[in-house]
């Protein structure tokens, strides 16, 4: 009875000091989302965003680790509902806020330089053309791609959408999701849509040693064509973070992977209103180098199968040309493409 007790208010303890923090976390996050859209008015005006260059969006991708962190994947929620006026007097905040904002220091700078020069052809490889952001796409051309899941219902609706709008994505799935939900990968495949890896259980692999990239990585990828059959060609990195880390490149290199980024954050993992992620998705596709490139999206969040369906109308409807990652890097390295006839 006594060990229960103690049992009990330790994990109170715990988990009732992470999610104070979690709670800070996601309020910070709400603000730096509101940011970002401001910024994004002001520099279209300008014309040339760069998400790489952004200090807010690296700020982003800090407060979403930082969550995930403290209470997994289902951490992120909106706490709009508590006064922000309470919050920002409190040290705590102030403390959650300076680990993000540190945390988002060290993303910025390792983000720069990874984008690949025009023309390169794109292969394994640790330098930059074994790295595709989408700003090198040709014109008008667009990918969408899915990250984190699959979904036990969300992964099939996006599905049903590609199909109505006679179009094709590529999917980032986590191999521990694929062990649970293996039928709907499945589904992704005969679909005819292109199936990619995203890690087996969505840890950043910059705080892990090389185990860690061995399992996240290779034996990963090794269990997903396992399974699957279909041979693996492209990665991506949880939080996109190690894209500059030599050891973590070494790994996918010698996996035969190249690493996917994105030019265009539709950042759905925390809005929760489909309209505006459309508006923020528009913004930065108008905003990109060749009016082309990667749009981030994941398929697990119930605002996402709305707002990616909007964009698919969109694309549509502005006659775009959309294929998966994997035909614009054949076609980058002259391959002929039918997306691109
Ligand atoms: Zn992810």
């Not at 009875?1 to 330790?10: D, E, I, P, Q, R």
């Not at 090198?136 to 791609?145: A, G, H, V």
């Not at 986590?174 to 990968?185: A, D, E, S, W």
């Not at 991506?236 to 030019?263: C, E, S």
């Amino acid at each position: 009875m006594k060990m229960f007790v103690a049992l009990t208010s330790l994990t109170a303890m715990v988990s009732g000091f992470s999610s104070v923090e979690t709670d800070y976390a996601n309020i910070y996050a709400d603000q730096l989302i509101d940011q970002f859209d401001s910024e994004l008015d002001q520099k279209l005006e300008l014309g040339n965003i760069s998400l790489t260059e952004s200090k807010t969006y690296a700020k982003l991708i800090a407060a979403r680790e930082f969550i995930e962190k403290n209470a997994g994947h289902g951490g992120v929620t909106a706490h709009k509902k508590l006064s922000l006026l309470t919050v920002k007097n409190s040290t705590k905040y102030s403390e959650v806020v300076e680990k993000i904002d540190s945390q988002a220091d060290m993303i910025h700078e390792l983000k720069k330089e990874v984008e690949q020069k025009a023309g390169n052809v794109i292969y394994p490889s640790s330098t930059r053309d074994g790295n595709l952001t989408g700003n090198t796409f040709p014109k008008n051309t667009w990918s969408l791609t899915f990250d984190d899941g699959p979904h036990a219902s969300r992964t099939n609706q996006v599905l049903d959408n590609l199909h109505a709008n006679n179009m094709k994505a590529s999917f980032f799935v986590l191999m521990k999701k694929t062990h649970q939900l293996p039928h709907v990968v499945d589904d992704i495949i005969k679909q005819d849509m292109e199936l990619a890896l995203h890690s087996y259980t969505h840890a950043n692999l910059t705080k892990l040693g090389s185990k860690g990239h061995e399992y996240e990585i290779t034996t990963s990828k090794r269990e997903l064509e396992d399974a699957t059959n279909v041979p693996i060609q492209i990665f991506r990195l949880p939080y996109g973070a190690g894209m500059r880390n030599t050891k973590i490149r070494d790994v996918i290199t010698r996996n035969q992977l190249v690493h996917i980024f994105w030019n265009v954050d539709t950042l759905d993992w925390k809005d929760k209103n489909p309209q505006s992620i459309f508006n923020r998705t528009i913004k930065q596709m108008k905003a990109t180098p060749n009016n082309s490139g990667i749009i981030l999206f994941h398929d697990i969040h119930a605002q996402t199968v709305i707002a990616s369906r909007m964009v698919m109308e969109y694309l549509n409807e502005q006659g775009k040309t959309t294929c998966t990652v994997g035909e614009v890097i054949n076609y980058l390295n002259n391959k002929e493409q039918d997306c691109l006839k």
